[in-house]
């Protein structure tokens, strides 16, 4: 099933009559301006499964996301809905532009999540230690990535967590990840999956993707909760 909530493939069927195309033209641009942003404002992708985190949170939140018992229910994705709620809407929008591969000289230490705090500082609550819902994982397991704009990859890095650092209480660092896969290059498509193949991990970890995208210098950061059984 196509993770957004509506595909950017839909065509008309029929085409308006060519003498309406400027009225109708016209009348979308005026709606467009007046409609907040509420929906996912371009199309790129992120990781699906396990899921990250602002992925997560729209998944289980976005067609509830005013439901007080978040707070209660699901905390860490309550403060992100609070701080911002386009993280979630647009969750396949976090990205840099222009890292040239150099990802730690662009990314501070407990910044990862947010890629950066990049686009102004919208996906900054995705730093915040905090019991994020996990996905159950094995020691071999796979990163299923969900590109909506057929970007393609020129490689994934896939990172875990060390053992013994604790997401509930630290912000993720550099020196927390321990690289378990680089991938060759991807062709474009809109799914993509990574087989990875780890050992002597128990409990929660972080699983922190990259995907550098091969239509520009376009890098995305991406935390996905898990624990290992």
């Known amino acids: 099933m196509n993770p957004s909530r509506t595909s950017p493939n839909d065509r008309a069927h029929h085409r308006p009559p060519s ?5 109708f033209g016209l009348l979308s641009a005026v709606l467009l301006c007046l409609i907040p ?3 996912t404002a371009s199309a790129h992708g992120s990781v699906v499964d396990p899921a990250s985190r602002n992925y997560g949170c729209w998944l289980r939140w976005g067609s509830d996301f005013q439901n007080p018992a978040m707070a209660q229910l699901d905390p860490m994705c309550w403060q992100a809905w609070q701080a911002n709620p386009n993280a979630m809407w647009n969750w396949n929008g976090l990205y840099r ?3 040239a591969g150099n990802f730690q000289a662009v990314i501070p230490n407990g910044q990862l999540c947010s890629g950066g705090r990049t686009e102004g500082g919208r996906y900054n609550s995705l730093d915040t230690p905090g019991a994020w819902k996990t996905t159950n994982v094995s020691k071999d397991f796979t990163v299923k990535l969900y590109d909506q704009a057929v970007h393609g990859a020129d490689y994934f890095l896939v990172y875990v967590s060390r053992q013994g650092f ?3 209480k630290q912000a993720l660092t550099w020196n927390d990840l321990q690289l378990v896969k680089r991938t060759a290059r991807y062709a474009p498509s809109q799914n993509y999956e990574i087989p990875v193949t780890t050992s002597g991990y128990s409990g929660r970890h972080v699983v922190y993707t990259i995907w550098q995208a091969s239509h520009m210098d376009q890098t995305y950061f991406l935390c996905s909760d898990v624990n290992f059984t």
């Not at 003498?19 to 009225?23: C, F, N, P, S």
């Open 37 to 39: 942003s509420v929906g």
């Open 19 to 23: 003498r309406l195309l400027w009225a």
């Open 97 to 99: 532009d222009g890292s």
């Open 166 to 168: 604790d997401p509930t």
